[in-house]
């Protein structure tokens, strides 16, 4: 902004106001992880009986919980299934997103018009939960690791958002493609999509962190233990105000099996689990943080 | 490209020649959108047609054709039920609720960012504040759980001020679901929410901030008569989809959070959808349910842009 404007002791006493008020904001955003992860390295015993803040881990510390989870077999198996789920899940996103997005940027299409009425339609009316599940039992996907993938194969809004991205790639370099004889289909993956990184980067975080955290398909969808995801386990662990499971809602004790224990245990195992659910999105995500803002701006609203 | 393209046309009956030429020459971006197209019609237009069993008695063993059609019974259940009045309540005040507390804050939030001069601060700031918003919903409402249960952090903190006893779980009084539930939302994603405003203000032209220098405008003044006309188009876009998705909760977190306790105040059309359908297998009632809270919805959509088209000049469509 304007380098050249003095300032006056108003402007001052603005800043210091907002500095502070940020940092307040910043703390309490960054507080509750902060306890938590304190909380995973604290002695348990000591834990139990602690009320109030925590800035370090209360000694004597000890990584005790995480040796208890990481030897679980249940959650190995259910962070195995995350892994392919999230990692197939988010292959067929990315595949269906970049195909849908691709037609409806190209401008000369016949049929457009119609396919985007089509897609516009879903945006605005839905089958609804009920419908929707009882079709995904009936094409026979019920306890299936396709329940996972096909389901939500497709988010409308990011492939809008996307179409919107490609639209913006300039048209010369596609026509003189075309003109160098450049099939359409390396002018999309050569061209088109290189181009558009940055928006691909942001749906392709959406997309992942939506299949990480998911956990009411899966546990509606998937009958057997040895299927569930991550974040389902988690819930029985976490949540247990028995309304939310059903009949398989199990609790802490069905899950760690392996510790005979006592209830400080099993508090300071609930704060392990946060911590190894969660770390592998919190250390993604900061490094394609430059892109939010591109990437919600291109999506951004009337697009 | 020897015969001239006015000639071909004139062979060729004009209607039938355009759509063949078109596939002839869109053949690959027509042929990547067929398993678009099939999702699509699957997922999203198999469960529309679905819906009809919401006028159904559908029983899963005898199967969508040969259950019996039972017209509105399923509605008329539901109205005159006893938990009408008390989801219809709950929809609306969490939504509120809602709108209240989690619509201003992000931009109050976005002008204090878009105000800082230090960009290491700014960005550690907006680091930071982004953060919630990509944990689980699963984790969110243990680190809750944890956090309200007796002795927990939060219980200790109110008791600390105002006295009451610390050997109660917050989540378990009906009292206090709406504060919870809101207050933790706004946690989350205040950060997030902020962005789409942070971009709007970028696109604020800096020569409007210079010529409000020269007329001696102070900061205060200038956030008023400059960044929130700026931003004014993208808070009321925002403000008609919170409108007019006021009956859509956030069913994941109620779930996460509600037990029997505290229904009385937690309780939401979509969470009765899932417990009477999902759990208890009433197919066509729960239907039923979902429908007529997507039938206000629709109106409520429509509702509110109307309004805002004739108010100002923003509006979906």
Known sequence: ?303 | MSVPMSTWKGTAPVRQGKIARDFHKNWFPYLAFVPVLIWFIVFCYGPMWGVLIAFKDFKPLLGFAKSEWVGLQHFRDFISGPDFGRQFRNTVLLSLWGLAIGFPIPILLAIMINELRGRFFKKSVQTITYMPHFISIVVICGIIHIFTQPYGLLTNLISFFTGATANRSLLGEAGLFRPVYTLSGVWQNMGWDSIIYLAAMSNISPELYESADLDGAGRVGKIWHITLPGIRPTILILLIFAVGGMMNSNWEKIILLYNPLTYETADVFSTYVYRRGIREGSFSFSTAVGLFNSVINFILLLFTNAISRRFSETSLW
Not at chain 1, 31 to 46: D, G
Not at chain 1, 104 to 124: C, D, E, N, P, Q
Not at chain 1, 183 to 194: C, E, G, M, R
């Open chain 1, 1 to 303: 902004m304007t380098g050249y404007k003095r300032k006056t002791s108003a402007d001052v006493v603005f800043d210091i106001v907002n500095v502070l008020l940020l940092l307040i904001i910043t703390i309490l955003c960054l507080y509750p992880v902060w306890h938590v992860v304190m909380a995973s390295f604290s002695n348990p015993t000591r834990l139990s009986t602690h009320r109030g803040v925590l800035f370090a881990p209360l000694a004597p510390s000890t990584l005790e919980g995480y040796k208890v989870l990481l030897k679980d077999s249940k959650i190995l198996t259910s962070y195995r299934n995350t892994l392919v789920y999230v990692g197939l899940g988010t292959l067929f996103n990315m595949a269906f997103t970049i195909l849908g997005a691709y037609t409806l940027s190209r401008k000369s299409l016949y049929w457009k018009k119609a396919l985007m009425v089509i897609i516009t339609i879903t945006m605005f009316f839905s089958g609804g939960l009920i419908p929707w599940f009882l079709l995904v039992k009936n094409i026979g996907l019920y306890n299936n690791l396709w329940a996972m993938i096909l389901p939500t194969a497709l988010n409308t809004w990011n492939m809008i958002v996307l179409r919107t991205g490609f639209e913006s790639v300039p048209q010369d370099l596609e026509e003189a493609a075309e003109i160098d004889g450049a099939s359409q289909a390396y002018i999309l993956f050569k061209i088109i999509v290189p181009l558009s990184k940055p928006v691909l980067a942001v749906i392709l975080l959406y997309y992942f962190v939506g299949n990480w955290n998911s956990w009411f398909n899966p546990m509606i969808l998937l009958k057997d233990r040895e299927r569930f995801p991550l974040q389902l386990v988690i819930k029985e662990i976490l949540v247990q105000n028995d309304t939310a499971g059903g009949a398989t809602s199990g609790g802490t004790q069905i899950v760690v099996s392996s510790v005979q224990g006592t209830t400080a245990y099993r508090e300071l195992i609930k704060y392990c689990t946060i911590v190894i659910s969660t770390l592998p999105v919190l250390c993604i995500y900061p490094f394609l943080q430059k892109y939010f803002t591109k990437g919600v701006f291109v999506g951004s609203l009337k697009g």
